[in-house]
């Protein structure tokens, strides 16, 4: 079975194929990178087909700079590409903090320029895979999640679904906190990505939501991203918001930190990107996949130990986080931690497969999952994945409030996908106006204006 990776240059990249080989799973024996990019074909993508070699697979993984080539026989195909790269980041951030507003990557005016730039050459991808491999599932990861599985699922006739940890990451640390197996727990979760909430949390068929929010203070010193909520409106509204919410419920405060930190979420991803990819060029430059590797582990290491801390704490804690996994020593090659998306991405594979069928967190077609939103809405839900393909289960009732800003957003990224595939510019202007973190029309208009400028040809296909 053939797996083609979308982005196959992208820093995650190998990580992912090293997780996916030292799992055992066993579920591919061909994995093609598609990256556009010279530069990370010869570093990230070189890094994994090397990874490969050394784990024993050599031959497995493949690097191309066609489409086509990746798509042929592919079974499976994994979307994670960034058009504009992490410059593109940057501006969609800058453009929206100059004017005191929320610029996170996924949500607000930032996740909206982002899904203007991306759905155009996800869809024109699509088409390729069509003509290339019309029975392929494409696992998209690519951002914004829902915003882009949308767009597939409407404007193409591919099959995909959208696969995101931050909610199964919620429920890993929660589980953790409270000291159980995560065979034990049973629970209730809905929304979009990046806007879900956890309205059960039972554990051997106890339900202990009202234990979690009434020790929420605890669970906030246990793990940082629940201090980014404040703990009474957490007890008020009656359920555990996941992550990215807090861009929608504190935005002041979002502002305010990176105005302390002096540097964005997308600045701080740019520079350990660059300082990565430079790395691992000097490690093969000098050396061999092994020095390649603990190069690159270290300052993904680093990435992710300072997920979200600027954007809630206003300090990235990198020097800690430096100093931490420098005392760690060399990362070894065969030690894989499957988790993350990746990990998701091989429960929605074994379930399609047949192999072990499972409830997975995915972004899909709603049906009658969320009965306020309309059947082709793309929702976050828990759903049965198996060979007969994906089954949006009945979640539970969401807070009121909830309902009503899920409502608003969808209907933000409703518009925003046919103002992408219509190529209309007054549309985008609306579907900006629509959206929470965005006050007006008036302002929406002037943030796609400098959108439109900063980023030039990647939107210039609006009318």
Not at 315 to 335: I, M, N, V, Y
Request: with cysteine; hydrophobic share 40%; proline share 5%.
């Amino acid at each position: 079975m053939k797996l083609a990776i979308l982005g196959g240059g992208g820093v995650r990249m190998p990580a992912f194929v090293r997780a996916l080989l030292s799992s055992g799973a066993n579920l591919f024996d061909e994995i093609s990178l598609f990256d556009p990019d010279p530069f990370r074909r010869e570093t990230t993508a070189r890094l994994a087909v090397e990874l490969a070699s050394a784990l024993g697979y050599p031959g497995m993984v493949s690097v191309t700079a066609e489409p086509e080539t990746a798509f042929t026989d592919a079974a499976f195909v994994f979307s994670a590409i960034r058009v504009g790269g992490d410059q593109g980041r940057v501006i969609d951030e800058e453009v929206a903090l100059r004017r005191g507003l929320v610029g996170q990557e996924t949500t607000g005016p930032g996740g909206a320029a982002m899904a203007l730039r991306t759905i155009p050459v996800v869809l024109s991808y699509c088409e390729s895979l069509a003509q290339c491999s019309p029975q392929a599932v494409l696992i998209n990861f690519t951002n914004p999640v829902g915003i882009i599985t949308q767009a597939i699922s409407l404007h193409s006739g591919v099959r995909v679904v959208g696969v995101c940890d931050t909610p199964s990451g919620t429920l890993s640390r929660l589980g953790a906190f409270l000291g159980v197996e995560p065979e034990t727990v049973s629970f209730s979760y809905s929304g979009l990505n990046h806007l879900g909430w956890i309205s059960s949390f039972s554990v051997e068929g106890e339900e202990r939501i009202g234990e979690l929010i009434g020790r929420y203070e605890e669970l906030q010193r246990f793990d940082h991203r629940f201090a980014a909520f404040d703990a009474d409106v957490v007890r008020r509204l009656g359920a555990l918001p996941t992550e990215y919410v807090f861009y929608y419920y504190d935005p002041h405060r979002y502002v305010d930190g990176v105005a302390r930190a002096g540097s964005s979420r997308g600045q701080d991803v740019l520079r350990l990107n660059e300082e990565l990819i430079s790395g691992v060029a000097r490690a093969f430059e000098k050396g061999g996949v092994e020095d390649a590797w603990s190069a690159y582990s270290l300052l993904l290491g680093v990435r992710h130990d300072t997920y979200m801390r600027t954007d809630t704490e206003g300090d990235s804690h990198q020097a800690e986080a430096r100093s931490k996994r420098g005392t760690g020593g060399p990362a070894r090659l065969s030690e894989a931690d499957i988790g993350g998306y990746e990990g998701v991405a091989l429960q929605v594979i074994a379930g399609l497969t047949s192999r072990r069928p499972a409830q997975v967190i995915v972004n899909t077609p709603n049906g009658s999952a969320m009965p306020f939103l309309e059947p082709d809405d793309v929702v976050e839900v828990p759903t049965f994945v198996h060979g007969g393909g994906l089954q949006p289960l009945a979640t539970g009732e969401l807070p009121r409030s909830a309902r009503g800003l899920v409502t608003q957003v969808k209907e933000y990224e409703r518009t925003l996908v046919e103002a992408a595939v219509t190529r209309d510019a007054g549309l985008a202007e609306l579907a900006l106006s629509l959206n929470p973190l965005v006050p007006g029309i008036s302002v929406a208009r002037d943030l796609l204006a400098e959108y439109r400028l900063r980023h030039g040809e990647h939107l210039a296909y609006l009318r």
